[in-house]
């Protein structure tokens, strides 16, 4: 977005950083300091609308005047949250877990600016082709899963993976960016404004 919006993403993540670049949008990052713990009890859905809504509201607060976006990318399979894994081995054990199987990311979107706040949850199904031991192991060592969340990327390497996909691609890159447009919609933005000030 140009000069007629201050635009702040709350993100340290290069993915999202490069998605909103290639919109020619203009921003400025600031990295929020959030627990990302899950709470006893939490689905998927629920901590990434908490954890979204509340990297939005800190960075705010840092920003007064600028519309913030913030997100979270959580995967689901199985009825089990994987979230980053903390070593090359909890990767192995997740990409065991998605393999031949369907699984759900879901992205928390929060827009805000000063108290005002518009937020939704993108959800997009994944399927990935049956995976040997062979491979999965390699994968793996390529560290490219290393800090993504389910242990995959799936602009990268890990496109060889996913067999079928229902819903939006973006989404599990980590930016859901048709949502993310309709929210600055939300905030005065128009479609239209979002193509002329890029």
């Given at each position: 977005?140009?000069?007629?919006?201050?635009?702040?993403?709350?993100?340290?993540?290069?993915?999202?950083?490069?998605?909103?670049?290639?919109?020619?949008?203009?921003?400025?990052?600031?990295?929020?300091?959030?627990?990302?713990?899950?709470?006893?009890?939490?689905?998927?859905?629920?901590?990434?609308?908490?954890?979204?809504?509340?990297?939005?509201?800190?960075?705010?607060?840092?920003?007064?005047?600028?519309?913030?976006?913030?997100?979270?990318?959580?995967?689901?399979?199985?009825?089990?949250?994987?979230?980053?894994?903390?070593?090359?081995?909890?990767?192995?054990?997740?990409?065991r877990m998605?393999?031949?199987?369907?699984?759900?990311?879901?992205?928390?979107?929060?827009?805000?600016?000063?108290?005002?706040?518009?937020?939704?949850?993108?959800?997009?199904r994944v399927?990935?082709?049956?995976?040997?031991?062979?491979?999965?192991?390699?994968?793996?060592?390529?560290?490219?899963?290393?800090?993504?969340?389910?242990?995959?990327?799936?602009?990268?390497?890990?496109?060889?993976?996913?067999?079928?996909?229902?819903?939006?691609?973006?989404?599990?890159?980590?930016?859901?960016?048709?949502?993310?447009?309709?929210?600055?919609?939300?905030?005065?933005?128009?479609?239209?404004?979002?193509?002329?000030?890029?």
């Amino acid at each position: 977005m140009g000069g007629s919006v201050n635009l702040v993403l709350a993100s340290g993540s290069p993915r999202r950083r490069e998605l909103l670049h290639s919109l020619g949008w203009s921003f400025r990052i600031d990295v929020p300091d959030i627990c990302e713990d899950l709470l006893p009890g939490e689905g998927p859905e629920e901590a990434a609308r908490r954890l979204s809504r509340a990297k939005a509201a800190e960075a705010a607060a840092r920003n007064p005047g600028a519309l913030v976006v913030a997100a979270d990318t959580l995967v689901a399979a199985g009825g089990v949250i994987l979230g980053k894994p903390s070593c090359r081995e909890e990767s192995l054990r997740m990409l065991r877990m998605l393999s031949g199987a369907v699984h759900s990311v879901f992205t928390g979107v929060a827009l805000r600016r000063g108290e005002e706040e518009r937020f939704a949850v993108e959800e997009t199904r994944v399927e990935f082709r049956p995976l040997s031991e062979e491979s999965m192991k390699l994968y793996v060592e390529s560290g490219e899963g290393d800090d993504k969340a389910g242990a995959y990327a799936i602009q990268g390497r890990g496109a060889l993976l996913v067999s079928s996909l229902h819903g939006d691609y973006f989404n599990v890159v980590g930016l859901p960016l048709c949502r993310l447009s309709r929210l600055l919609e939300e905030f005065g933005c128009s479609l239209a404004d979002q193509w002329r000030n890029s």
